[in-house]
């Protein structure tokens, strides 16, 4: 079974973030084989604070960049520090 590195781009996105964060560790994938990689574009509201909730989860990364630089910077961010065989991008 291959790895999976998810790569969840997130502006702002506090109102958000937990459920989408909850609901990729509760996939149906063997957890081995799951990498989930947060990268706050900038964000000015609580995103970062929820981001920073899930740190010790296996397989789980949070990148900030400390300046807004907008959806295709954050997710070459991810892309440098993901380590699957199988990318997979998604918004917040």
Known sequence: MPTI???VTAFNEESVLRGKLENSFALD???D??????VSDGSTDGTDDVARDFAGRPGYLFLRQEQNAGKTTAQNAGVRVATGDILVFSDA
């Open 5 to 7: 590195s998810l790569v």
């Open 29 to 31: 994938y063997p957890q």
């Open 33 to 38: 084989r799951l990498q989930v990689i947060v």
